[in-house]
């Protein structure tokens, strides 16, 4: 496994380039997160992504709808282990108030042919609900 890949990725996604981002996903590519979470249900987006153009679309055009700026991974750890990594990160950016947005998130990254096929994400769903509610995180 090309170790590149996962970083190369993640550095795509806060880019806000769709082209960038559709060059490292699989054109079948799934981003699957937990269903109910509060950054889909926020931007009324599907938890489950299915195609490179779809989660490009996501990131350029609807996430920056809620994060409004600062978008950025601060990596805590990538396990790599074949064609899969697991990263463990803390995902922050500034809301539309200004107020901040920071969270405990974990992908794992499904690789094919040199690109990125699907990826699991795992988050503090009720702290993330909080954040996105205007209530103080505890």
Do not use: K
């Not at 996962?6 to 054109?27: T, Y």
């Not at 947005?101 to 702290?127: Q, W």
């Amino acid at each position: 496994m090309n170790d590149s890949i996962v970083p190369g990725a993640l550095q795509a996604l806060v880019s806000n380039d769709p082209e960038r981002i559709s060059a490292v996903f699989a054109e079948d590519a799934e981003w699957l997160s937990p269903p109910g979470n509060a950054v889909a249900r926020a931007l009324g987006a599907p938890h489950h992504m299915v195609g490179s153009a779809a989660i490009a679309r996501f990131f350029t055009a609807d996430l920056p709808r809620l994060f409004a700026r600062d978008l950025g991974f601060s990596l805590l750890g990538v396990h790599t282990d074949g064609e899969r990594a697991t990263v463990e990160a803390t995902v922050t950016a500034t809301l539309p108030d200004g107020s901040p947005f920071s969270n405990a998130y974990c992908f794992v990254f499904e690789l094919r042919d040199g690109l990125v096929h699907r990826v699991r994400e795992y988050t503090d769903t009720a702290r993330a609900h909080r954040l996105l509610a205007g209530e103080a995180s505890p």
